[in-house]
C-alpha cells in the first residue's frame, strides 16, 4: 500500500472514530442529565421523608404533653412567630402567639400545670394517633399532618364528681418549618365520636348533651379570640341528622401555595 492510499486510509479511520466519539458523547449527556435529575428526586424525597417522621413526632409530642399539662412544652411544639398561628380542639379559636399560650393554658385548668407544680388528682387526657397521613412539601417549607385519635379524658366536676368520657376525632394541622424545627401551624381537632363510658354515642341524652357543649367557665384572661369552628370538638360528634364529616387529606404538593389550608378564614 503506497503512502498516499495509507493517508487516506488513516483520515477515513481517525474520521469515523471521532465521529464515533462524538455521537457517544452526545448520547450520554441526556443519560448523565437524567440520572442527575433523578439523584435530585431521590435526595429530596429523602428529606421529606425525614420531614414527616419529625412532623409526626411534633404532634405526638404535643399531645404526650397535654395529656401531661406541661403547658409551656406544649406551646413550644407551636410556630408561635407565625402571625397566623392557631388552634381550635373545642372550647374556642385561638389566634396568634397569645393566642396559642391561652389555648395552652386552658389545658392546664383541665389536667394541671406541671410547669408552676399545679397537679390535678384524678384528672387524665389520654390520647392515642393512629392512621397519620403526612406529606411534606417539595420545596421542604411546609407540611400537612391528619390524625384519628382514640380518646380517653377523664375531669372532675364540683357537682358530680369524676366524669370520664371516651371518643375518636380526627387531630388535623399544617406544619412549617422554623429554624430548622418542625412546629404546629394550624391545628384543629375534628369531632367524630364523644360520649360518657356508661353510654354510646347513639343515645339520645348524649347527643343533646354534645350539642349544648359550652366553656363558659373559662376564665376572661383565657377566653378564646372567636367560638369554636364548624365541624369542631364534641358539637360535631355524630348525630343521627347528618352525615360523617368530609376533611381535607394531605396529598403530596409542591408549595403550599397550591394546595389547601387547615386554617380558619371566617
Known sequence: MDAKRRSVLTSVTLGLAAGASIEAHAASAPAQGGATAQKNRLDRRMQQEIAARQI???????????SMGRVSSMINEFATTMKDVQADVSFGFYYGADGISRFANVNGLLIGDADHGTYLNGATNL??????????????????????????????????????????????????????????????????????????????????????NAYDWIP???????????????????????????IGVPVPYRTFAETFSYARTT
Open 56 to 66: 409526626i413526632n411534633c404532634m405526638n409530642r404535643y399531645t404526650t404533653y397535654a
Open 127 to 212: 390520647f392515642a394517633n393512629t392512621t397519620d397521613v403526612v406529606e411534606v412539601a417539595e420545596d421542604l417549607k411546609t407540611g400537612k399532618g391528619l390524625w384519628l385519635t382514640a380518646q380517653a379524658v377523664t375531669v372532675r366536676d364540683p357537682s358530680k364528681g369524676f366524669t370520664p368520657r371516651v371518643g375518636y376525632s380526627r387531630r388535623a394541622a399544617d406544619f412549617v418549618e422554623v429554624d430548622g424545627e418542625w412546629k404546629i401551624w394550624h391545628y384543629v381537632v375534628y369531632g367524630l365520636i364523644d360520649m360518657p363510658v356508661d353510654k354510646i354515642w347513639v343515645d339520645a341524652d348524649v347527643v343533646t348533651e354534645n350539642q349544648r
Open 220 to 246: 376572661a384572661n383565657l377566653k378564646p379570640d372567636l367560638p369554636t369552628g364548624p365541624g369542631i370538638g364534641a358539637l360535631a360528634s355524630w348525630r343521627p341528622d347528618r352525615p360523617i364529616l368530609h
